[in-house]
């Protein structure tokens, strides 16, 4: 947090440095005065120990001249009249030497009575005349008495100025003494006043400074700590430390509003935070949940799956004859059931399977032998079981059997009943798989191909199926392209009416025309379109077209109302949920009578599953369609099925023809068939007729309509119409 600079009065650190300083100064001048004071004082001691020492000096010169006019008396005392001159030099020799020691005397300062010294030097000067006087040769014995007490006198006059001194020297004793006891005593005050000084300058510091200053800090330490804040100053401090503390009281108040609004905001952002965190652990959990298991089924997800087929490789690498086999599962016809129920059916759906194949695999162990099985959902109506520990290879393809069977109940959903199948591909590791991610592709592989092979298929994977997959994926993406650039067109074959001769109607029958590969014929491409789906998307195109043709034809044509349009439909189209649907819509848009819409299916789809396609044929009955059985003969009708399905027109397969030229008896078995139909309520279309002899022969087995090149090949649309305008006819009924 930035400090708030506003709070320090600038004057207040001025003068407290003020203080600070008046304090510093007075320490220091103390500090000298004390140490000059203490200087003065051991000078002047020293003083009075030089003159004390200088009067203890002239004390003991003194005694030495004492001494000396002791030795001039005796000298005086001993001099004779016999010993004449010599004896007075000796004298004159000590008088002197105590001359020029009594001059020095003089000249020094003199520390005792002058008067005395003076007395004795002119004693010592009466001496030295009589000496000199002798010396000269003044003999006399007066003379000689008169030295005598010269020298006498001059002696006492010492004594009194040795006594002199003497007192001088304890004069100065004392007074020396007097004065170090008094300087002594001087320092001492000194040092006690500046003591008390020190003491009293600490006590202020510490009473108005440092007291202050440390409950300041203790003040602010409780700020930092957020503990209550207790009054920071009493009564009494100087007004710098008064400020100073209201101050740091206003600081704090602000503090305190400041770590409130902070706490506030911490508060409110930790509370973000953790609302951020328990957010993101959720997501965390969901992802690491979704990417284990599928969100809408509950099953393994595609990537924990993977897992474990990886698990199983890498066991099977330490054991032999470790034996796991993969299958991948897809619902048939999945995405119909989203595009016409919508997305929330098809949902529904997933999950009901899903709970399908997991409670059948809960039983699993009673039924086959196998160690462990793993039900994943690895896409929209994608499943895959990893089957691991199987004890033969045809385990896997009974479990795949056995799915299947648990889709053969419909589904009921929302009012819809659902008939679902699946297909299965079968991948078993030992068929060149040798990770994870191959035996997935070897399964998938596997599942392509039995889903192009029509619904409900179970494929064991090959090696070389990879590539059958892709071929195929690349004649659909052909198949598309075509589609979507109109590469494809519809040629209309005439069906006539063998009653009347005239043309009642048309087949449309698609055609290829590929800029690369040229015309390819439907015999080609169609079952390609059936094999990879594409025949949905191409019949829907080819009926839209045929209606809007017949539609055209009708209303511009005199006739045009009497003819009917045969489209072919595949099992694929009869088998999408929405295809009823569809028909009533092209219905409408292209405003056609259902009456005049022919549905060619081929025999073997109806009878392959009877039981499926019954329930649509109803429908497209109930709509007003026919529907025409095509290439009638070529599959294995069952009678009774026949009897059952809402059929109008057997069509009688073209081979047919073939053989009725070159074979009497097929003109039994076509009239047979003529027989059987009208006993069923059905009429006979007959393919293939090319040729007037085929015509004859057909009318007069009681056939309704013909259609083959004798009349025409399926021709464009201009063509067909001038047919029509032509009103051709094929001799007529007898
Ligand atoms: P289909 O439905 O049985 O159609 C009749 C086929 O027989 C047509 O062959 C037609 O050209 C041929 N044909 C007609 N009269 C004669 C004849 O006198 N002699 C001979 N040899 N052939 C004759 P196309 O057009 O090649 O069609 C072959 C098959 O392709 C059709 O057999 C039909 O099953 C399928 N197909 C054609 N167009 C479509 C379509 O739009 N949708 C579906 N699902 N299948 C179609
Ligand atoms: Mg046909
Ligand atoms: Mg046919």
């Known amino acids: 947090m930035p400090i708030n600079t506003g709070y320090l009065d600038p004057g207040l650190s001025v003068r407290i440095q003020h203080h600070l300083s008046i304090i510093l100064f007075v320490a220091v001048v103390g500090a000298i005065s004390l140490a000059a004071a203490v200087g003065v004082l051991m000078g002047g001691l020293e003083d009075a120990a030089l003159v004390y020492g200088r009067a203890v000096d002239q004390h003991r010169q003194v005694e030495q001249l004492v001494a000396e006019g002791g030795a001039l008396l005796d000298t005086a005392a001993g001099i004779t009249p016999r010993s004449g001159t010599e004896s007075f030099g000796v004298a004159d020799r000590v008088i002197t030497q105590s001359m020029a020691t009594l001059t020095d005397l003089r000249r020094a300062d003199v520390l005792f009575d002058p008067q005395t010294l003076l007395n004795a030097r002119l004693a010592l000067d009466r001496c030295r005349d009589l000496a000199n006087g002798r010396s000269v040769g003044v003999q006399h014995p007066d003379d000689l008495e008169v030295f005598r007490r010269s020298a006498a006198q001059y002696v006492s006059a010492l004594a009194e100025v040795e006594l002199s001194a003497v007192a001088a020297v304890s004069h100065q004793g004392r007074s020396v003494a007097r004065r170090r006891r008094v300087i002594m005593l001087l320092i001492g005050a000194i040092c006690f006043a500046y003591l008390a000084l020190i003491e009293r300058v600490r006590h202020w510091t510490t009473r108005h400074l440092i007291d202050p200053m440390q409950n300041l800090a203790d003040t602010a330490r409780q700020i930092m700590t957020g503990k209550t804040i207790s009054p920071l100053l009493e009564a009494g401090h100087t007004e710098e430390l008064t400020t100073l503390a209201g101050m740091l009281s206003s600081f704090a108040e602000t503090l305190k509003t400041n770590v409130r609004t902070r706490t506030a905001q911490v508060v409110r952002q930790k509370e973000l935070l953790e609302t951020e965190v328990r957010v993101r652990r959720r997501a965390e959990q969901e992802l690491r949940y979704s990417a284990l298991r599928d969100r809408l089924t509950g099953l393994c997800s595609r990537d924990l799956l993977m897992d474990r087929i990886g698990q199983c490789f890498a066991r099977a690498r330490g054991r032999d004859g470790c034996r796991f086999a993969l299958l991948v599962v897809d619902v048939d016809r999945f995405s119909e059931v989203n595009d016409s129920l919508g997305r929330l059916i098809g949902d529904q759906l997933v999950i009901a399977v899903a709970d399908r194949f997991r409670s059948w695999l809960e039983e699993l162990a009673m039924v086959i032998d196998v160690e462990s099985a793993s039900l994943a959902r690895i896409g929209g109506d994608d499943f895959a079981v990893l089957l691991d ?346």
Request: with cysteine; charged share 25%; glycine share 8%.
């Open 389 to 734: 520990g199987l004890a033969t290879r045809d385990d896997a393809g009974a479990v795949a059997q056995r799915l299947e069977e648990a889709l053969a109940e419909p589904f009921h959903l929302q009012g819809n009943t659902l008939n679902v199948s699946a297909s299965v591909g079968i991948a078993l590791a030992e068929d060149g798989a040798e990770t994870a991610e191959e035996l997935m592709r070897n399964a998938d592989a596997a599942m392509h191909f039995a889903k192009a092979g029509g619904k409900g298929r179970l494929v064991v994977f090959r090696p070389g199926m990879s590539d059958e997959v892709s071929a195929r994926d690349d004649r659909a993406a052909a198949l598309r392209r075509a589609l979507d650039l109109g590469h494809f067109s519809v040629v209309y074959q005439p069906i006539v009416s063998l009653e009347t001769g005239r043309i009642c109607g048309f087949e449309a029958l698609t055609r290829w025309d590929d800029p690369d590969r040229g015309p390819v014929s439907p015999v080609e491409f169609i079952p390609e379109a059936e094999e990879t789906g594409v025949i949905v998307e191409l019949g829907r195109w080819v009926l839209r077209q045929a209606c809007r043709q017949l539609n055209s034809w009708q209303g511009e044509l005199a006739d045009g109302r009497h003819l009917s349009i045969a489209v072919n439909v595949s099992q694929h189209q009869l088998a999408h949920p929405t295809f009823v649907k569809e028909i009533r819509q092209v219905l409408r848009e292209t405003g056609i009578k259902a009456a005049d819409l022919k549905l060619e299916i081929t025999e073997s789809v109806i009878m392959e599953k009877p039981d499926e396609v019954a329930d649509v044929l109803g429908q497209l009955r109930a709509l007003g369609t026919e529907i025409h059985m095509d290439d009638f003969g070529t599959g294995y009708s069952s009678l009774s099925y026949l009897h059952r399905l809402p059929i109008d027109v057997l069509k009688i397969d073209r081979a047919f023809m073939n053989s009725l030229s070159a074979n009497t008896d097929y003109a039994d078995v076509v009239h047979t068939v003529v027989a059987l139909a009208r006993t069923l309520r059905m009429r006979v279309t007959v393919e293939g007729v090319e040729s007037e002899e085929q015509l004859v022969q057909v009318r007069a087995l009681g056939c309704d309509f013909a259609q083959g090149f004798y009349f025409s090949e399926p021709v464009e649309p201009d063509e067909a119409r001038a047919m029509l305008v032509a009103k051709r006819r094929w001799p007529a009924a007898a």
